[in-house]
């Protein structure tokens, strides 16, 4: 169940993108997490909406153990130990250009945002995340999270891995959800997948799954069921996830 967190107590936002959905704070997260457990819901995905006061040009937030997507995975811990927690650490929610990555001279820097995403997923894994889901794209991320996890003790966290995430216009709703919206410079196309370039899918895929990726995921997934199904052909993996419309489903 994708969530969206908040600062503060007992607070919760509607999200006029997607009605019926709204962003809550940690302790009401918590609660939600309770009530996820009796409907027999197995996992939360967190989204934060940070601040804009700690946002910056390098998403240095994510690297504060404290921040809101770690103070809301141990809250939902906290609450319901058995509830599995998966986080994204893309930088996105955190720089104040809305980018997934660190942006040098209108340039977005691969090996330094992947140096700070392996960091992030280390922080993440300790307050408690039992899965973590680099949504950035950038190249490399999946075996640097993977080393990363495994020399701080992490080994037995899985990592899901946005392995061919497409440019669409499909994430509008999604970027309102966590404050991105108007704060894009330029658009994302060097670093997502051309949508007529599947052949480059499959290469991304079997480079997250020989990084140690052990799921992937196609975003967004409808439209692109021919991805889905090549990837299955082709890798036969065996627990494939897809999200959109802020959705998850599992084949």
Not at 84 to 100: E, Q, Y
Request: charge should be negative; charged fraction near 25%.
């Amino acid at each position: 169940w994708p969530v969206f967190a908040i600062e503060g107590e007992n607070r919760r936002e509607s999200i006029a993108a997607m009605p019926g959905v709204e962003r809550l704070s940690p302790d009401l997260l918590a609660r939600e997490a309770e009530r996820a457990a009796r409907l027999g819901i197995p996992a939360l995905a967190i989204f934060p909406n940070v601040d804009m006061s700690l946002r910056d040009e390098t998403g240095s937030n994510i690297l504060v153990a404290g921040n809101l997507i770690n103070r809301a995975t141990r809250a939902i811990k906290d609450a319901v130990p058995e509830i599995g927690v998966i986080t994204d650490v893309a930088l996105d929610p955190f720089t104040s250009h809305g980018h997934d990555g660190i942006l040098r001279d209108g340039v977005i820097v691969n090996d330094e945002t992947v140096d700070r995403v392996a960091a992030a997923a280390v922080l993440q894994a300790a307050a408690g995340a039992d899965i973590i889901a680099p949504s950035d794209m950038m190249d490399g991320r999946i075996g640097a999270i993977r080393d990363a996890l495994d020399a701080a003790g992490h080994r037995d966290v899985a990592i899901m891995s946005y392995a061919t995430k497409f440019a669409s216009a499909f994430y509008g709703p999604y970027r309102e959800a966590i404050g991105t919206q108007g704060l894009l410079k330029g658009d994302k196309k060097t670093y997502y997948l051309d949508h007529a370039n599947s052949d480059e899918a499959m290469r991304e895929i079997e480079q997250d799954l020989d990084e140690g990726a052990d799921m992937i995921m196609v975003k967004p997934g409808l439209p692109y069921l021919d991805i889905i199904r090549r990837a299955r052909d082709e890798f036969g993996v065996p627990t494939f996830a897809y999200q959109v419309s802020g959705e998850y489903a599992m084949i």
